[in-house]
């Protein structure tokens, strides 16, 4: 392992069975949810996952917050494979790698203060006093700009960017080095989210963390990432620093996908590419190039054919891309 390095998947595999009957189930298939993902990332770097709803990203996030375990290949986090750890390795895993989902409602217990909310991984991991759970409890939320003695609210007191900021917070408490960021914004008012973004980027530095960040907004992933993987249906296709990747999208998925978001100048003018047919299921997934059934520039019988690999694309140090064209 690289010692730069925090987080790495290994051919990660993350297969979901379907059963069918009731009384005598049978499984029926399988669904790909990923399929086989190399990544790799750097201390104090963000990497953003994108693409379509379905793709594979957020099933991505979840392995490596061990809520999924992987049907192949390993996830590491800090040399260590997350799936295998147990006693006190779990527990530093559990305090170093913490998340903030999309909906504050749902990850907020209304019936609990915030203070308890927010301290709650500390309770469970480390054994401290109740005025040094206290004291830590009101640093963070300073930190993420609220006050102390809102430690005392319930969470329907407060705004949803407000309950964002609870979030976070209670992803804090313990000191983590990665979080892992799942559309941290998307559910909240267009007004608030660049605050959000910029209190998320404020932190990182001052707790010298890594973001691993689910966003299907690309200009999300514009404004926050250093780094960009592009998903489709459960493979990478294309992984590269994000302004190679804004300046010159290669595999022709990122370009039509890149294709449809606002361009970053009004003056500049971009042409939309449109995509016929629907993303294929995830169930059956096309043979070759998963993307070929509807891929504007096939390069031929190839990409029915062989999956292609992801590799360094020409004139580049570090833009990679899945693609026959390349
Ligand atoms: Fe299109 Fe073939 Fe490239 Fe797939 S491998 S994106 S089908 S050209």
Known sequence: MDNTEILRFEGVKKHFPITKGVIFSRQAGQ?????????????????????ESGCGKTTTARLALRLETPTDGRVMVDGEDVHQLQGAALKRYRTRVQAVFQDPWSSLNPRMRVRDIVAETLRVNFSLSRSEIEQRVAKVL???????????????????????????????????????????????????????????????????????????????????ADWL???????IVEYATVDSLFKEPRNPYTKALFSAALPDHPDKRREEIILTGEVPSPIDPPSGCSFH??????????????????????????????????
Do not use: W
């Open 31 to 51: 669904v790909h949810a990923v399929d086989g993902i190399d990544l790799a990332l750097a201390h104090g770097q963000t990497l953003a996952l994108v693409g």
């Open 142 to 224: 300073l930190d993420v700009g609220l006050k102390p003695e809102q430690a005392l609210n319930y969470p329907h007191e407060f705004s949803g960017g407000q309950r964002q900021r609870v979030a976070i917070a209670s992803a804090l408490i313990s000191n983590p080095k990665m979080l892992i960021l799942d559309e941290p914004v998307s559910a909240l008012d267009v007004s608030i989210r660049s605050q959000i973004m910029n209190l998320l980027q404020d932190l990182q530095q001052q707790y010298g963390m890594t973001y691993l960040l689910v966003a299907h907004d690309l200009g999300t992933t514009r404004y926050m």
């Open 229 to 235: 993987a592009v998903m489709y249906l459960g493979r």
């Open 293 to 326: 059934p509807r891929c504007p520039l096939k390069a031929g019988s190839i990409c029915e054919q062989v999956e292609p690999k992801l590799k360094l694309a020409p004139g580049t140090k570090n833009h990679l891309v899945a693609c026959h064209l390349y």
